[in-house]
């Protein structure tokens, strides 16, 4: 092989391979990642024997991850549209959520995963404070401006927000069937 193509194919090689490391890395994408609509976990992350890649997802971070025998944590950065959370928007969380003997959904910045401050001092709602439907579903509203019934604060000078919807005590983690989750849809209703 001429000096030039051996020095393009190690370009080409190089390229590839660390491309594809910052994807696993920082985007939602892994070879142990679960996507349910706009929602991805990483059921192995706190696993002692979880893929290189997920411990660097999550020492990048500096965020602890959920071991298996606690439970499951799927993230969204985005709508169920695909379009990027942003707190100059309002957006309704409905639906319901998978089982788990409890649940906690908490709003962050996406930034620097650090709640958003807000004057009620709610961050999160979780299973046992929440208002449902009679048929169990729930609507949780995210909006800068108040709203009545579920309502979690945003702000409107944070431009990307972040949901964690964290399961607590779920077949999910330990293994169970993922083909059947049903997680709550993200709808973007009213941008500022």
């Known amino acids: 092989m ?3 193509q ?3 194919v190690i370009i080409v090689a190089a390229v590839l391979g660390i491309g594809s490391a910052w994807l696993a890395v920082v985007g939602d994408i892994g070879f142990e ?3 349910v609509g706009a929602w991805t976990a990483w059921p192995t992350a706190g696993a002692s024997n979880s893929d290189p890649y997920i411990r660097a997802r999550f020492a990048r971070t500096g965020e602890l991850p959920i071991s298996a025998a606690e ?3 799927f993230v969204a950065r985005d709508d169920s549209d695909g379009e990027p959370l ?3 928007c309002d957006y309704l969380v409905s639906g319901r959520t998978p089982a788990a003997q409890w649940w906690t ?3 962050y910045r996406d930034a620097d995963l650090s709640l958003i401050e807000n004057p009620t001092d709610r961050y999160s709602f979780n299973s046992t404070d929440i208002l449902r439907k009679p048929d169990g579903s ?3 509203v995210v909006s800068a401006k108040a709203r009545p019934g579920n309502w979690l604060p945003g702000d409107e000078r944070v431009d990307r927000m972040r949901l964690v919807f964290r399961l ?10 993922v083909a059947d989750i049903e997680m709550p849809r993200i709808e973007r209703g009213g941008c500022r």
């Open 105 to 107: 959904l908490t709003l």
């Open 2 to 4: 001429p000096p030039f």
């Open 71 to 73: 439970g499951a944590a």
């Open 86 to 88: 942003t707190g100059k």
């Open 168 to 177: 607590y005590d779920t077949p999910i983690a330990t293994g169970g069937s």
């Open 33 to 35: 990642s679960i996507r």
């Open 138 to 140: 729930f609507d949780i």
């Open 6 to 8: 051996t020095v393009a």
